[in-house]
């Protein structure tokens, strides 16, 4: 798995507050689509929807600058041992999507894999104040491609 080598810090119970806490995280970032040398502001909201043992339900609302439409995706994250994880996105377009992800001491991040060719890998990485950089990158086929980068801070 490429996230093994991607976040190398291992400890014994690394526990994020972005995706396994109760708060509200804010952020924005931009998207670049390989079909245009074009890059799009976005803004995103992380909001928690449930919380049982060892699995954690989390809402994004992603808002695209200069698009009415908002994109709302549901992550379920679930804990295994070896500081693994189950990853389930679910969205209008997509879907359901499934994926394994990985914690250190510094980062989250995890591989998704879909139906017809679909691909995605995402990295959120803890900075000193608390807020996390992240990166993704999203592909279908070997044509398209979407590269995803920003930062997220908690709002409250």
């Not at 992380?46 to 060892?54: K, M």
């Amino acid at each position: 798995m490429i996230l093994s080598y991607l976040l190398s810090s291992w400890y014994s119970s690394p526990m994020h507050r972005l995706f396994f806490s109760s708060r509200v995280w804010l952020g924005e970032g931009t998207i670049t689509f390989s079909s245009s040398p074009e890059q799009v502001r976005f803004s995103t909201k992380w909001s928690p929807l449930t919380q049982e043992e060892g699995i954690w339900k989390c809402q994004q609302l992603v808002e695209m600058h200069g698009h009415e439409e908002r994109q709302a995706n549901t992550y379920t994250f679930t804990l295994q041992p070896e500081q693994k994880f189950h990853v389930r996105l679910e969205n209008e377009m997509m879907g359901a999507i499934e994926g394994q992800g990985v914690l250190s001491d510094q980062a989250i991040g995890w591989e998704l894999k879909g139906m017809e060719g679909f691909e995605g890998l995402e990295i959120y990485e803890e900075q000193t104040d608390g807020s996390y950089h992240f990166r993704a990158e999203f592909s279908s086929g070997d044509t398209f491609r979407t590269l995803i980068e920003g930062q997220v801070w908690c709002a409250d």
